[in-house]
């Protein structure tokens, strides 16, 4: 086998011997595909069309031995290491250029204990997968509202969806993670083990190991009551203020979804998703106080959804390997002038395909102390994700601008990012990566320190190690 050239993590490139790589072949169960290899084109794919990295190394690891293997591997040689799990991060940290990227993508069991209400999932499945197992048993957990993003990377960066109202971020409901940290030691992170690991790993993103088993709790989630709606885009400014003004009083079985896009002849259009969970009776009256009456509506077509069919509602709108680029904030209440500035621009959108939106935080997410997890904005009430998306990579630097011009002028409303959302540190400086994670920063970078000192897991919205 011949030698392979490999980026490390200082950024020098090393030269991996033909013997060495053998060896590395022969103790993994999964394959180990390198550049030129059959697959390898198709395995660095990942669902933003524009990331076009090429890795020395892509491991397809088949089990937590291989994880183990493949962890010990890249630390005995100081390769540039990244984790893909869903492969659906904007960013496209998944994927590095010239070093080890761990594939998980193919550990997809999800396994329901319906008299527990727990799943125990790999670290491979989508929310598609997930949804599917657990919904046989009219059980849910809440889950991204794309059903094609991963489980992994959703949760280990918080994680919101259709449920939060009700049941609070995604990593709030992870009962255990499996996970192997740097020294290659497969540990458990609960309330009783590891309990640092556990806070770090809710909220933390891949800085602390690669987790292979998340242990959710999960709730009776029958049909739920949803779906979107739409007014003129002459009402949008209407349609935000009723928006806003209702969100300090929504109830915790309403969860919204905000927005500016254009329908498929090219109108734009203001739009609210709502997914209400639980009594359909009490949900109508709900409906009919909020999102029927903000403004005049052009489309309502809210009505009793399956939840994995409400999962899907925006799968078209965000289908794989396009262009994309995002830009998220946080914010605690969204301002007149706010709201202005993103109807104006959104005039000026460069590509149809494009969105604006505000994405509901509060409720259940806020009623967890921001201490209580590594996740620490629980006092923001929406994201305001400004979503750039095109086809020809000649508009990638006008499309990308776009975002870019739209998230710095709202800077003023803005109280930290959604982690993510957030790219490498090359890419958003560390300021941006801190006030991603808030408060909960100098602690963070203590365990980080404990738990990953050569900082081997960088290739993320990274904390670096003291
Ligand atoms: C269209 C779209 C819609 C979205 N909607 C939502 C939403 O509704 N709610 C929400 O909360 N977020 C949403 N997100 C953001 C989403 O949470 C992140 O993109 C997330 O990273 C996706 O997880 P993944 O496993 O698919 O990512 P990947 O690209 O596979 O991984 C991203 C990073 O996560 C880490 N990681 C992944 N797996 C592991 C593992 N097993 N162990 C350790 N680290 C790991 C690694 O650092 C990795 O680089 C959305 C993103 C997009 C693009």
Same mark, same amino acid.
């Given at each position: #086998?011949?030698?392979?050239?490999?980026?490390?993590?200082?950024?020098?490139?090393?030269?991996?011997?033909?013997?060495?790589?053998? !060896?590395?072949?022969?103790?993994?169960?999964?394959?180990?595909?390198?550049?030129?290899? &059959?697959?390898?084109? &198709?395995?660095?794919?990942?669902?933003?069309?524009?990331?076009?990295?090429?890795?020395?190394?892509?491991?397809?690891?088949?089990?937590?031995?291989?994880?183990?293997?493949?962890?010990?591997? !890249?630390?005995?040689?100081?390769?540039?290491?990244?984790?893909?799990?869903?492969?659906? =991060?904007?960013?496209?940290?998944?994927?590095?250029?010239?070093?080890? #990227?761990?594939?998980?993508?193919?550990?997809?069991?999800?396994?329901?204990?319906?008299?527990?209400?727990?799943?125990?999932?790999?670290?491979?499945? @989508?929310?598609?997968?997930?949804?599917?197992?657990?919904?046989?048993?009219?059980?849910?957990?809440?889950?991204?509202?794309?059903?094609?993003?991963?489980?992994?990377?959703?949760?280990?960066?918080?994680?919101?969806?259709?449920?939060?109202?009700?049941?609070?971020?995604?990593?709030?409901?992870?009962?255990?993670?499996?996970?192997?940290?740097?020294?290659? @030691?497969?540990?458990?992170?609960?309330?009783?083990?590891?309990?640092? +690991?556990?806070?770090?790993?809710?909220?933390?993103?891949?800085?602390?190991?690669?987790?292979?088993?998340?242990?959710?709790?999960?709730?009776?989630?029958?049909? #739920?009551?949803?779906?979107?709606?739409?007014?003129?885009?002459? &009402?949008?400014?209407?349609?935000?203020?009723?928006?806003?003004?209702?969100?300090? *009083?929504?109830?915790?079985? +309403? @969860?919204?979804?905000?927005?500016?896009?254009?329908?498929?002849?090219? @109108?734009?259009?203001?739009?609210?998703?709502?997914?209400?969970?639980?009594?359909?009776?009490?949900?109508?009256?709900?409906?009919?106080?909020?999102?029927?009456?903000?403004?005049? %509506?052009? !489309?309502?077509?809210?009505?009793?959804?399956?939840?994995?069919?409400?999962?899907?509602?925006?799968?078209?709108?965000?289908? %794989?390997?396009?262009?994309?680029?995002?830009?998220?904030?946080?914010?605690?209440?969204?301002?007149?002038?706010?709201?202005?500035? +993103?109807?104006?621009?959104?005039?000026?959108?460069?590509?149809?395909?494009?969105?604006?939106?505000?994405?509901?935080?509060?409720?259940?997410?806020?009623?967890?102390? %921001?201490?209580?997890?590594?996740?620490?904005?629980?006092?923001?009430?929406?994201?305001?994700?400004?979503? *750039?998306?095109?086809?020809?990579?000649?508009?990638?630097?006008?499309?990308?601008?776009?975002?870019?011009?739209?998230?710095? *002028?709202?800077? %003023?409303?803005?109280?930290?990012?959604?982690?993510?959302?957030?790219?490498?540190?090359?890419?958003?400086?560390?300021?941006?990566?801190?006030?991603?994670?808030?408060? =909960?920063?100098?602690?963070?970078?203590?365990?980080?320190?404990?738990?990953?000192? #050569? =900082?081997?897991?960088?290739? =993320?919205?990274?904390?670096?190690?003291?």
């Amino acid at each position: #086998m011949a030698d392979v050239r490999a980026v490390k993590l200082d950024g020098s490139i090393s030269t991996l011997s033909g013997a060495k790589i053998a !060896a590395f072949k022969k103790q993994m169960r999964g394959a180990v595909v390198l550049a030129g290899e &059959q697959g390898y084109d &198709q395995l660095r794919e990942v669902w933003n069309g524009q990331i076009d990295r090429k890795p020395a190394l892509i491991a397809r690891v088949a089990g937590e031995d291989d994880v183990v293997a493949a962890v010990n591997f !890249a630390r005995d040689n100081e390769l540039l290491t990244s984790v893909r799990g869903g492969g659906h =991060n904007m960013p496209g940290l998944a994927v590095n250029n010239g070093g080890l #990227m761990l594939d998980l993508h193919g550990l997809r069991n999800v396994r329901v204990d319906p008299v527990a209400r727990r799943a125990y999932a790999e670290p491979g499945p @989508t929310w598609f997968d997930f949804d599917y197992e657990c919904q046989a048993f009219g059980l849910a957990t809440p889950g991204g509202a794309v059903s094609h993003t991963g489980i992994a990377g959703l949760t280990l960066g918080g994680g919101v969806g259709w449920l939060s109202g009700r049941h609070g971020l995604t990593c709030d409901n992870v009962i255990s993670f499996r996970v192997v940290t740097a020294d290659g @030691t497969v540990r458990t992170a609960s309330a009783d083990e590891n309990p640092d +690991l556990y806070w770090a790993l809710r909220g933390g993103g891949g800085n602390f190991g690669i987790v292979t088993q998340f242990e959710y709790q999960l709730h009776p989630v029958g049909m #739920m009551l949803g779906g979107m709606i739409l007014y003129p885009f002459d &009402q949008a400014k209407a349609f935000f203020q009723g928006y806003r003004d209702y969100l300090p *009083s929504c109830p915790d079985g +309403l @969860t919204t979804f905000g927005g500016l896009f254009k329908l498929p002849d090219g @109108t734009s259009v203001a739009g609210g998703i709502a997914a209400w969970n639980g009594d359909h009776a009490e949900g109508q009256k709900v409906l009919d106080a909020s999102f029927r009456k903000f403004t005049t %509506p052009m !489309a309502d077509l809210l009505g009793p959804i399956r939840y994995c069919k409400l999962q899907q509602l925006i799968d078209q709108q965000t289908e %794989p390997f396009r262009r994309y680029y995002v830009k998220s904030n946080l914010m605690r209440e969204i301002k007149d002038e706010c709201i202005d500035i +993103l109807i104006d621009r959104y005039t000026k959108v460069p590509s149809p395909l494009s969105m604006m939106a505000f994405q509901q935080f509060g409720n259940g997410i806020g009623r967890v102390t %921001p201490d209580a997890t590594a996740y620490g904005h629980r006092n923001e009430k929406v994201e305001q994700m400004t979503f *750039s998306a095109w086809t020809d990579p000649a508009g990638d630097d006008e499309n990308r601008a776009w975002a870019r011009e739209v998230s710095d *002028s709202v800077q %003023p409303f803005a109280h930290g990012h959604y982690v993510n959302q957030v790219g490498l540190e090359s890419e958003e400086g560390v300021d941006h990566i801190k006030a991603a994670f808030g408060d =909960n920063w100098e602690r963070l970078v203590e365990l980080k320190t404990q738990y990953d000192p #050569m =900082n081997l897991f960088r290739h =993320n919205q990274n904390i670096r190690p003291k």
